[in-house]
């Protein structure tokens, strides 16, 4: 079954301690990329990555960092959490951003930082 | 700045009560228009993608447009069970690029 996995699906952590949620795709996608869902502000882009090695920001990059070693894992890490990162967090996966664009999401991963 | 709205907020219908949704936009070169549908508590599930003015796409009820400088989600007849909050997207820039950029949603409560 094509689909997209996130772990955990529900996070409670204090201010810095690091901690990474894990992306992983069985699809074969070049394009995968963060998001953070909050009440008001619709889905934002954190960071996305084009293929293996190559990765951006999207439009809330700060305090996030990714690394695209394998075209399957797309892990987002958060070196030191602050509460402002409490929200709704999905990964995505696509063949190819602005080809055959069929794009799946993530069930997501809430993420509360006390 | 590159801008997608959506309207209305919320919507409610009765079943059988057509209506549209719609999605504006403002961007340096629009790459690709995106409908998506969002479900409570799981992640948008992909409807449509549309690339140039005057392109259609339909699926069941559902049935995407564009002009240049919107989007229309036309629903025909709904069902109680096409509830959910539709998520418009674009994809804009070079094609190097794969900033995405959502609007706020519309939640469509359709009622039996």
């Known amino acids: 079954e094509a689909q997209v996995t996130q772990n955990p699906r529900y996070l409670i952590t204090v201010t810095g301690k690091k901690l990474t949620v894990t992306c992983s795709q069985n699809m074969n996608h070049e394009y995968m990329s963060w998001y953070r869902q909050d009440p008001g502000l619709g889905l934002r882009q954190i960071y996305y990555s084009m293929n293996v090695e190559v990765t951006d920001k999207g439009d809330v990059p700060e305090g996030y960092k990714v690394s695209r070693k394998e075209k399957r894992n797309f892990p987002l890490i958060l070196e030191s959490p602050s509460p402002n990162q409490t929200s709704l967090y999905f990964c995505?996966?696509?063949?190819?951003?602005?080809?055959?664009?069929?794009?799946?999401f993530g069930q997501g991963t809430r993420l509360t930082v006390v | 700045e590159d801008q997608v709205t959506q309207s209305p907020e919320a919507l409610r219908l009765q079943e059988g009560e057509s209506s549209s949704l719609n999605c504006s936009y403002t961007?340096?070169?629009?790459?690709?228009l995106f409908w998506y549908r969002q479900d409570p508590g799981k992640g948008p599930e992909f409807l449509f993608t549309l690339y140039s003015a005057g392109e259609e796409k339909e699926k069941e009820r559902l049935k995407a447009t564009l002009t240049k400088k919107e989007s229309f989600l036309h629903i025909t007849a709904p069902k109680p069970e096409d509830s959910a909050t539709y998520l418009c997207?674009?994809?804009?820039?070079?094609?190097?690029?794969?900033?995405?950029?959502f609007g706020q949603g519309t939640t469509l409560q359709v009622k039996p």
């Open positions: 997207a674009v994809l804009s820039g070079s094609s190097n690029t794969g900033k995405l950029i």
């Open positions: 961007v340096s070169g629009l790459r690709g």
């Open positions: 995505a996966s696509s063949n190819r951003q602005g080809g055959n664009t069929e794009a799946f």
